[in-house]
């Protein structure tokens, strides 16, 4: 937000700058098999001593000269640190990671599970912010840039007080620090009078931000009126804002009072508002600035209280200049791809609400009630960058929970193709499926099909593998055979 457009305390936000917490890299769970309720933890690396290493696996205490990377629970005011992991997929010392001389974090694989970084199979690599890792089938880490600390909330409302990962009051999902940036901003504004324009592309949470604004403020006892301005004829849109007099424009029209007549002591939402004509933008102009509106046919001025909230996912330039400047407060919404750590939490609520009117459900939910995800799928969805952000998530896992066969919702080819193609999420072209083949040893493909009594649907799963065929090549390659076949 710029000076020019906030109602928050600038001299205060400077301040708060100069003092805020170092930025350090991390790696943040964005899904755990067996531990699902880990996501959005987050292992931080100190910003100094880069020659300190870290391992990051099953079980607790440091191993040799590295050190045990510790994971957090990152809330405004407070870093909580959490169990290790115990994940009987996981070696005790999967991965190795340490500050990279050039930027970013190096990691080495030294664990049993294979890695793929970015997609690829490798045994180590160099990842920077938004860099997905995957170890195996069963856990998926994303690279991201975190404060050591998140600040506190500067205002503070009982709806902010849920458990980690799950939805706030308002049906937000998400612990990144956008998220919570936002919601300290959304407390902050919501008493205030000003009218206040969200800014955010397609499926990332206007509406609740108004919704919430609107709750959150001294007008929440009356019904927030709400219209997507796409929506409405453009003949007659005037009519829809601001109404009309009896008697017009015909002979026995009853009296209408319009959104903003509705509205009356309220909040009214205008989702969208990009999409009306310049025309339209301007006939709100004394709306905004004063109240000031005139019903069709009713020669009376009239003056309303009335808070407007706006919504558009286009860029302010496309907005009319005078329209824009009345709307002193602007939000912004977050895109997925701006907090990929918060993809998986945000599809773990999804899919919450897709199973509930399943007929087959029960068959993916586990004891808690979730559903539970592959790995595959896992990562193809924190890699991706969704353009309609959760609107196009909620899309994808409703074909995948469609189309998958199993007990788990699976990355389906025709949920790959939806994602990109054959490459989506790392699922594995002849370049990953040959550097596994150089990479899983006899002795780990053995162990692997001892665990599942030769079962190959498991057993290529538990390796990481891409599918079912580099299996059949690995066994080829060693001279194992005789395996069941599932």
Same mark, same amino acid.
């Given at each position: 937000? $710029?000076?020019? &457009?906030?109602?928050?305390?600038t ?13 350090v ?10 531990e *699902?309720? !880990? ?20 079980g ?16 405004p005011?407070?870093?909580?640190e ?5 994940? *009987?997929h ?6 190795v ?17 294979a890695?793929?970084?970015? #997609?690829?199979?490798?045994a ?11 170890i195996?089938?069963?856990?998926v ?5 975190? *404060? ?7 205002? /503070? ?5 849920? *458990?980690?990962?799950?939805?706030d #009051?308002?049906? %937000? ?7 919570? &940036?936002? /919601? ?10 000003e009218?206040?324009l ?6 990332t #949470? ?7 604004l ?12 709400? /219209?997507?301005?796409? &929506?409405?004829?453009?003949? @007659? ?10 008697? %017009? ?8 009072p319009g ?9 009214l939402?205008?989702? +969208?508002?990009?999409?009306l ?15 000031? %509106?005139? !019903?069709?046919?009713d020669? !009376?001025?009239r &003056?309303?209280?009335? =808070?407007? @909230? ?6 302010? +330039?496309?907005l009319?200049?005078d ?13 997925? /791809?701006?907090?990929?750590?918060d ?15 399943h ?9 808690? #009630? ?9 990562a193809?969805?924190?890699?991706h960058p969704?353009?309609t952000?959760?609107?196009?998530l ?19 080819p025709?949920?790959r ?11 594995g ?6 550097r596994?083949?150089?990479?899983? $040893?006899?002795? +780990?493909?053995?162990?692997a099909?001892?665990?599942?009594a ?11 593998l891409?599918? =079912? %065929? ?13 395996a +069941?076949?599932?």
């Amino acid at each position: 937000m $710029s000076d020019r &457009t906030t109602t928050l305390d600038t001299a205060s936000e400077g301040a708060a700058r100069r003092d805020a917490p170092p930025v350090v890299l991390g790696l943040a769970v964005a899904w755990a098999e067996d531990e *699902p309720g !880990r996501a959005g933890e987050v292992v931080l690396f100190p910003a100094a001593g880069r020659r300190r290493s870290f391992v990051i696996g099953r079980g607790d205490g440091p191993v040799g000269d590295h050190e045990r990377a510790r994971l957090v629970r990152q809330r405004p005011g407070e870093t909580i640190e959490t169990p290790p992991l115990v994940s *009987p997929h996981l070696s005790r010392v999967q991965l190795v990671a340490r500050a990279h001389p050039d930027g970013g974090l190096a990691v080495e694989n030294v664990g049993k599970r294979a890695l793929k970084v970015g #997609g690829r199979v490798a045994a180590e690599g160099r990842v920077r912010p938004g860099d997905v890792l995957q170890i195996g089938r069963h856990l998926v880490l994303v690279c991201v840039e975190r *404060p050591v600390a998140l600040p506190g909330l500067e205002a /503070r409302d009982p709806r902010v007080a849920f *458990p980690f990962g799950a939805p706030d #009051g308002f049906g %937000y999902v998400g612990e990144a620090p956008a998220c919570w &940036t936002l /919601r300290n901003e959304l407390a902050l504004v919501a008493p205030r009078p000003e009218h206040v324009l969200v800014l955010g592309e397609s499926g990332t #949470g206007k509406e609740l931000v108004a919704q919430a604004l609107h709750a959150l403020g001294p007008r929440a006892r009356r019904r927030l009126v709400a /219209r997507n301005a796409a &929506t409405v004829p453009q003949g @007659i849109i005037d009519a829809e804002l601001f109404g009309n007099a009896a008697n %017009y424009p015909n002979a026995g029209m009853a009296e209408r009072p319009g959104l903003v007549g509705e509205a009356e002591g309220s909040t009214l939402f205008l989702d +969208e508002i990009g999409e009306l004509p310049l025309e339209a933008q301007a006939h709100l102009l004394r709306l905004l600035d004063g109240g000031e %509106y005139q !019903r069709l046919g009713d020669p !009376r001025r009239r &003056t309303a209280d009335v =808070r407007v @909230i706006a919504a558009t996912n286009r860029s302010l +330039e496309q907005l009319k200049p005078d329209l824009a400047a009345r709307f002193l407060v602007r939000l912004r919404t977050p895109a997925l /791809r701006e907090r990929p750590e918060d993809v998986m939490l945000v599809a773990r609520h999804l899919l919450r609400g897709i199973l509930a009117g399943h007929a087959r459900a029960a068959r993916f939910v586990d004891g808690a #009630g979730d559903a539970r995800v592959a790995g595959d799928l896992a990562a193809a969805l924190v890699q991706h960058p969704f353009a309609t952000n959760v609107r196009e998530l909620a899309a994808v896992l409703f074909s995948a929970v469609l189309e998958s066969p199993g007990d788990a919702v699976e990355l389906t080819p025709g949920v790959r193709a939806m994602l990109g193609g054959a490459g989506a999420g790392g699922g594995g072209g002849d370049g990953a499926a040959d550097r596994a083949l150089r990479e899983v $040893s006899r002795e +780990e493909l053995e162990a692997a099909m001892d665990r599942h009594a030769g079962v190959r649907e498991k057993v290529w799963r538990d390796l990481g593998l891409a599918n =079912r %065929y580099v299996l059949k090549r690995l066994l080829k390659k060693h001279g194992l055979a005789g395996a +069941e076949e599932d």
